[in-house]
């Protein structure tokens, strides 16, 4: 079946401006979550939703950064106002329930850079 | 505090000799664990899991791996390595909630 997939898989962008980016994850799978994948900070949590919720913002970095996920499927990541320290890429990932014993099935990443 | 650490941050290897990739969790409670791989420019993959059931994990591709919990630890090994295993590998911890915690990531090269 399909697996997490993740769009543009390359963005360069300007700074102060905004982007969006998208996730489409597993079908059926109610819990998604984003991560930030750059140099010299690893893998970082930053948003969980399950279902259209997301409980758990606190990995957000700042208040430039938002998210939203509708009809429990389609979630997009909103960065405004872009800054060269947003460079990373972002990974999206899905579950099929919020717990620890569930496996993220995470998707390509979407590389952005910011110029 | 909850962590995880991955002891190295490049391994190299010989094709066909054995892998050994360090990984070493902090929890006051009882963790899952969970090995992923990350090729060039692909997502990450899930090569085995472990949630409290046996305490040796067999993933894909001939990868293992031990829950130790006096030792708090999970290495990851495999008996003979292949040019397709160079790759980065991280250790992920999760205790009682959703929350991946990620190790630095091991990046393994198989030298010919």
């Known amino acids: 079946g399909a697996g997490v997939s993740q769009s543009p898989s390359n963005k360069v962008t300007e700074k102060g401006k905004d982007v969006e980016l998208r996730c489409d994850p597993i079908s059926g799978h109610t819990a998604l979550y984003w991560y930030r994948q750059s140099l010299g900070q690893g893998l970082e949590f930053l948003i969980y939703?399950?279902?259209?919720?997301?409980?758990?913002k606190s990995g957000l970095p700042s208040d430039r950064f938002s998210a939203e996920r509708t009809g429990g499927s389609v979630s997009t990541l909103t960065i405004q106002r872009t800054q060269q320290e947003d460079s990373a890429v972002y990974l999206c990932?899905?579950?099929?329930?919020?717990?620890?014993?569930?496996?993220?099935?995470f998707g390509p990443g979407t590389r952005l850079t910011v110029t | 505090a909850q962590s995880v650490t991955q002891l190295d941050s490049h391994v190299s290897v010989s094709e066909g000799t054995p892998v050994l990739l360090r990984c070493n969790y902090s929890?006051?409670?009882?963790?899952?664990l969970f090995w992923y791989v990350q090729h060039p420019n692909k997502g990450l993959q899930l090569l085995l899991k472990y949630t409290s059931a046996a305490t040796l994990v067999k993933g894909i591709n001939g990868f293992e791996a031990e829950f130790k919990k006096s030792e708090t630890s999970f290495h990851l090994t495999k008996p003979s390595a292949h040019m397709s295993d160079a790759a980065e590998y991280f250790c992920?911890?999760?205790?009682?909630?959703?929350?991946?915690?990620f190790g630095t990531g091991t990046r393994l090269k198989v030298l010919a």
């Open positions: 929890s006051s409670y009882s963790p899952s």
């Open positions: 939703f399950q279902g259209n919720s997301a409980p758990d």
């Open positions: 990932a899905s579950s099929p329930e919020g717990g620890d014993s569930y496996e993220q099935y």
């Open positions: 992920v911890f999760t205790s009682g909630t959703y929350k991946y915690i």
